[in-house]
């Protein structure tokens, strides 16, 4: 699982937008049918609607998990005034 959080750390995210940490579950990311994953790049006519996001872990009432997604240097990464924005809510 730690592969899982390297584009995190080579992209600044952890460090710049969070702390580091230690992924405790596992989970994906569906735009449509194409699944994306740390990085990964997707076009802003990708990402008009809402992402799938499936918890591939125990379900109980006991866990509770916050999803945030981000990009760190919109729209530059020396002017980034957009990195966080509320596109979805659910």
Do not use: C
């Amino acid at each position: 699982m730690a592969r899982s959080i390297e584009p995190l750390v080579v992209g600044k995210v952890i460090g710049d937008v969070v702390d580091m940490f230690n992924p405790t579950t596992e989970f994906t990311i569906h735009y449509g049918s194409k699944q994306i994953s740390n990085g990964y790049e997707i076009k802003p006519s990708a990402a008009v609607d809402k992402p799938k996001a499936q918890i591939l872990g125990p379900r109980n009432q006991a866990n509770l998990y916050t999803l945030v997604m981000v990009d760190p240097d919109a729209p530059s990464p020396s002017e980034p005034a957009l990195r966080e924005w509320l596109h979805w809510y659910r």
